[in-house]
């Protein structure tokens, strides 16, 4: 019978299945932070268990961690416990750490990709809900909490409720100036942060085959923010040449098997989704959030939408509420939202790519008065790499601020923070009331959304910048 992708690597996973009970699939790769590992070591240490398999496992410290001044210590008691902790788990249990300070650390999501660690046709599981990230080689990547870190770091299995499938097509070819961020947010919109619910989705489609893997992981890493459990798209040559030759890519005749198999992963012809949902990239623009969660954004050149245009009382009333909170009025034009900070970072547009092409429209300009920009890279290697092509210098020469890996100011657990009522442009994931800070207000939007932002000081697309 044809089969999804999805299907497949979980088939090929499976090393228990009874009646009436959910399938235990094998884990082939374990990614830890500080945030959720805590409780789940100590259940080992209490158990008396050792980490099955700490060759599959690797831990980075991300959330908590500043990103200046890495040589003081961490000021806030929390964050630095939380980091402290991780460290002597992973010392205790033998897990690999990376570190503050170290090159290859940074948020988990860029640095199992940057180490060829994630790879086609593997179950990867992480302690935070945003490991769809990795759908975008071809994994089956899920999110999972704490007590099932637990399980993994114990057994490097992990019990699975049944899912199902949807395909996500996007015809067509992104116009210039239009990004995977944008065919995500507006995937979103359309389906709602529940329409995928239960659902693994599977991106496809000539306008996904165009992307990168960076934006393919742009893609997949907000699938979550849809309700999905995960996200894929099926490995082709962009993808098999972004792992090759990186740290844990198999090598040589190993690495041309390896092709062999990643290649057999697609969807076979004629297999059959639960969903589908069709999308047209020619007919995409800027996207951006106007409320409180990811589902509430339109494009750029739309305006703040009118609570009374829904039919549906409870979007209205979340609408009604959302305005309040982001001090918003319906009928504003968006390109008149004027900020006062740019996030420019995060597991889902601080890659390298995201930094070429923010620096690409930021050269020779500034950072309009009033406005603070932060561009903080994924990883110390993404910083590495954005100081070897003199990206550092572009933002630093522009006014904005240069700052080492981390999750920073995509949620509030470390000193990047907004204040109460301060409101940015952020290539972040969630606009959740209070996420970058209590009382701060989130716009959502592309890297190239937000270079012109911080250039013009109100929500601009780069086409806004010709004019000045
Ligand atoms: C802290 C962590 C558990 C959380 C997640 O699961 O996603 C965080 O990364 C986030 O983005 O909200
Ligand atoms: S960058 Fe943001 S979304 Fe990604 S793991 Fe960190 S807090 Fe979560």
Known sequence: MARTMAEKVWEEHVVRRADGEPDLLYIDLHLVHEVTSPQAFEGLRLAGRPVRRPDLTIATEDHNVPTQDLLAPI??????????????????????LHPMGDIEQGVVHVVGPQLGLTQPGMTIVCGDSHTSTHGAFGA?????????????????????APFRTMAVTVDGTLRPGVSAKDIILAVIAKIGTGGGQGYVIEYRGEAIEALSMEARMTVCNMSIEAGARA????????????????????????????????KSLRTDEGAVFDAEVVLNADELSPFVTWGTNPGQGVPLDAEVPDP???????????????????DLTAGTPMREVRVDTVFLGSCTNGRIEDLRTAAEIIRGRTVAEGVRMLVVP????????ANAEGLGEVFEAAGAEWREAGCSMCLGMNPDQLKPGERSASTSNRNFEGRQGR??????????VAA?????????????????
Request: charged share 25%; aromatic share 6%; net charge negative.
């Open 75 to 96: 000021a806030d008691p929390v964050s630095r416990k939380q980091v402290e902790t991780l460290r002597k788990n992973c010392s205790d249990f033998g897990v690999r």
């Open 140 to 160: 089956l990547a899920f999110g999972i909490g704490t007590s099932q870190v637990e399980h993994v770091l114990a057994t490097q299995t992990l019990t699975m």
């Open 231 to 262: 996200g894929m798209i099926a490995p082709d040559q962009t993808t098999f040449d972004y792992i090759e030759g990186r740290a844990h890519a198999p090598r040589g005749e190993d690495f041309e098997a390896a092709v062999e198999r990643w």
């Open 308 to 326: 009374a245009s829904y039919d549906d009382p409870s979007a209205r009333a979340a609408a009604e509420k959302a305005l309040a909170y982001m």
């Open 378 to 385: 994924g990883s110390m290697r993404v910083k590495e790499q």
């Open 439 to 448: 009382g701060g207000r989130t716009h959502l939007v592309s890297p190239q």
């Open 452 to 468: 012109a932002t911080a250039v013009r000081g109100t929500l601009s697309s780069p086409a806004d910048l010709a004019a000045l």
